[in-house]
């Protein structure tokens, strides 16, 4: 395909349009054993085929787009199915970890032309490691051997993944689980049972992150099953975990602790909640009006204590207390100023009193401190900035309505002591002519948005910048951010606002949709946009090249056989093109529109094409073939059009063929023969017969029906 590309700087438009920037969704596996390589998937939203990949300790290298994988799973019903739903795309990234890595997490993220995502975790193991066999249907076991830490994903919806080991009548075997504690959303629940499913009593935990583990000592010499599910029966891409099994009891951390240490200021010690209920007491000697901080620390990945920090006097009254430094952070903080000279009591708890063990490890840090004062953390560690039009730099920014564009810095205030004063702040590191405003924390506000202005001919960059806050003589710095500017998007597709309310399923439906340019005159793609309002339900739609200076454009959908009847279908579209900068660099750039206008919208109905096999079961043997014998119903409207019959296999099912079998318009019935080879399945799911409309005089219409496979010496039971 020839892409006709268009110098960026020459545009004058009136107004701009809305940018997405990329997104990132997962990195499967999420981790990998130090001294091996491993190919990565990298779910990307807005990435375009293609963009830079970033990991600490790796470097930079580009990805590029490849055959995503994606389940659709049971089909959505009310109220799950009016829920918006993402389709992140996969990339390939390689990644080599040396032998002498550091053990623990590392951060990645991704760079396109319209911006950089946030940073995401990716944990370095010493165990080794195996990623899920994913396929659909039914769980299949997969058999591991132990010590391993296991890489998978509970993907499609209502899906669960099932690992098989041994061990030894007497072993104690233990089961972790890191998704939560790593930015995924699965609430991961695990099941113990015997291969032969006879349950296997265990002790359950839950991490402070959310994560479970299980211990158990085996009962017996015999093959165990662990089972991993969400609880709320959820699953998608980016519902991945790391399961670790390991043999033997958990090994208690080193510490260093001592009932009643006195703490000497400026020191750090090194603490944990052996055991439910236990509290851990620290003496401090504080001087009249002296400041203190005492800060608690513990593993973010696999700790479990959720830390209850409380001070005291000498004779246990309590001073103060404190559970989470600020929301989201469950570590506790305390920052106190002595009314007087003498013996201070610090006691550390699990905020759960049922909780404790060699797991719930703590870093005490006490350290004197100003009196009053203030730190600054960012939100994020990314912004990204859309660069101003010439039109926009021209106007009068007196008159100018909308704030700086980009998507915005929070920064969050926290002060300790008697502080209460305004906070200005000063971005550190700003690329040439790039402004920021909304620079001020007033003393009631706990947190501001900075907003940020890119002159027209600001180049397109990645620039790294701190933001510095200063007030009453206290300053303080905050950690880095990436601020990457970006090009504005000339070009949007309008549209009217309609609704069918009588869309058949298995057919198509358009929608005509104008253009406007805002003087761009390459030609522009279409397509679905990788996130929508509301799920596709297995929806599909070709993309479409309009040429350049078309103003105009007709986009066509295709619904499933197969769809929730009566649901309203929100469909948004995505518009991408390249351009030209005015250094000659080359940048994709992409607009999509959630405004109910441009959206594609319809209620389904029912199909006018049925199929209906014989049997919902057929039986088979290996190297054999059985007949399918099958009868179509068709709507009157489709009563003279010929239609086609086939076998649609799940990829993961082998040695199941059909040839498809056509039928003249007066024909209503047929039989679809199935050959089998010597090794067919696994018929873990049913495989499904479609039938087609195979003429161009109409809109194409579908149906589908399933069927299940099962040998013929077996039982009716699936695998």
């Not at 900075?450 to 180049?459: D, I, K």
């Not at 500017?485 to 309609?498: D, L, M, Q, T």
Request: proline residues 7%; glycine residues 8%; aromatic residues 6%.
């Amino acid at each position: 395909m020839r892409v006709i590309s268009q110098t960026f700087a020459v545009l004058l438009i009136v107004g701009v349009c809305s940018a997405v920037p990329p997104a990132t969704d997962f990195i499967f596996p999420a981790g990998a054993q130090r001294g091996t390589s491993v190919d990565a998937r990298v779910g990307g939203f807005y990435f375009h085929g293609r963009a830079e990949f970033t990991m600490e300790g790796l470097g930079a290298q580009q990805i590029k787009e490849i055959n995503t994988i994606w389940f659709d799973g049971p089909m959505l019903i009310e109220p799950a199915s009016q829920k918006s739903e993402d389709y992140p795309k996969d990339h390939l990234a390689r990644l080599s970890i040396a032998k002498d890595a550091p053990l623990g997490t590392r951060t990645w993220w991704c760079r396109t032309s319209q911006g950089s995502t946030p940073s995401m975790k990716f944990i370095v193991g010493d165990l080794a490691e195996v990623i899920e066999h994913e396929i659909e249907g039914n769980p299949i076991p997969q058999t591991v051997t132990l010590p391993v830490t296991i890489n998978g994903r509970v993907f499609p919806r209502e899906d669960a993944d099932l690992w098989r080991f041994h061990a030894k009548q007497g072993e104690t075997i233990r089961c972790e689980v890191a998704s939560q504690s790593i930015g995924y959303p699965l609430q991961a629940v695990l099941n113990l049972t015997t291969a032969s499913g006879k349950p296997v009593s265990a002790q359950k935990q839950s991490s402070r992150a959310g994560d479970p583990s299980l211990t158990f000592v085996a009962p017996a010499d015999d093959e165990y099953q662990v089972a991993i599910n969400d609880a709320a029966y959820l699953g998608a891409p980016n519902h991945v975990y790391r399961l670790t099994l390991q043999r033997g009891p958990a090994q208690a951390q080193p510490l260093i602790e001592t009932t009643n240490q006195v703490l000497i200021l400026r020191g750090v010690v090194d603490g944990c909640i052996s055991k439910p209920g236990e509290v851990d007491e620290w003496l401090v000697d504080l001087a009249e009006t002296q400041s203190v901080l005492f800060d608690i620390a513990t593993d973010k990945e696999r700790g479990w204590l959720d830390s209850m920090l409380t001070l005291h006097t000498a004779d246990g009254a309590l001073l103060t207390k404190n559970d989470d430094r600020i929301e989201g952070q469950t570590d506790s903080r305390i920052h106190y100023t002595a009314a007087k000279a003498g013996r201070y009591l610090i006691k550390v708890a699990d905020r759960f009193a049922t909780r404790g063990g060699s797991d719930f490890g703590y870093r005490l840090h006490a350290a004197a401190h100003a009196a009053a004062g203030f730190e600054l953390t960012l939100g994020s560690d990314v912004v990204n900035v859309m660069r101003q039009t010439e039109a926009e730099a021209a106007a009068d920014p007196k008159t100018k309505s909308k704030p700086a564009r980009g998507t915005g810095l929070r920064v969050d205030v926290t002060p300790f002591g008697a502080f209460k004063s305004k906070i200005n702040l000063d971005v550190i590191g700003l690329p040439a002519g790039v402004t920021a405003e909304n620079t001020v924390i007033n003393p009631s506000q706990r947190f501001i948005e900075l907003a940020f202005t890119a002159p027209p001919a600001t180049p397109l960059q990645l620039a790294r910048v701190t933001v510095r806050g200063t007030a009453d003589g206290v300053t303080h710095t905050t950690s880095e951010a990436r601020l990457v500017i970006a090009p504005s998007v000339p070009f949007k597709h309008i549209g009217e606002y309609w609704v069918t309310n009588d869309q058949p399923a298995g057919t198509t439906m358009k929608k005509r949709y104008e253009l406007e340019r805002g003087g761009f005159t390459g030609p522009i793609t279409v397509s679905l946009a990788d996130r929508q309002g509301r799920g596709l339900q297995a929806l599909t739609a070709t993309p479409l090249l309009v040429p350049a200076d078309a103003t105009s454009f007709e986009y066509t959908v295709m619904y499933p056989p197969e769809v929730e009847l009566g649901h309203t279908s929100r469909i948004q579209l995505m518009l991408t093109a390249e351009i030209t900068d005015t250094d000659g660099s080359r940048h994709t750039i992409s607009h999509t529109s959630f405004e109910q206008e441009d959206q594609m919208i319809s209620v389904t109905t029912d199909g006018l094409l049925r199929i209906i096999p014989g049997e919902g079961t057929f039986t088979f043997t290996p190297a054999g073939h059985t007949a399918v014998p099958f009868v179509v119903k068709r709507h009157p409207a489709l009563a003279s059009r010929p239609l086609r019959v086939e076998l649609q296999v799940p990829r993961h099912i082998r040695d199941v063929t059909a040839k498809p079998v056509d039928l003249a318009p007066e024909k209503q019935s047929g039989e679809l023969r199935l050959d089998f080879g010597k090794t067919p399945g696994p018929f873990n799911m049913p495989v499904t017969i479609i039938a087609r409309t195979t003429d161009t005089i109409a809109a194409p219409h579908n149906a589908s029906a399933k069927i299940e496979l099962l040998p013929a010496l077996r039982t009716a039971s699936r695998p």
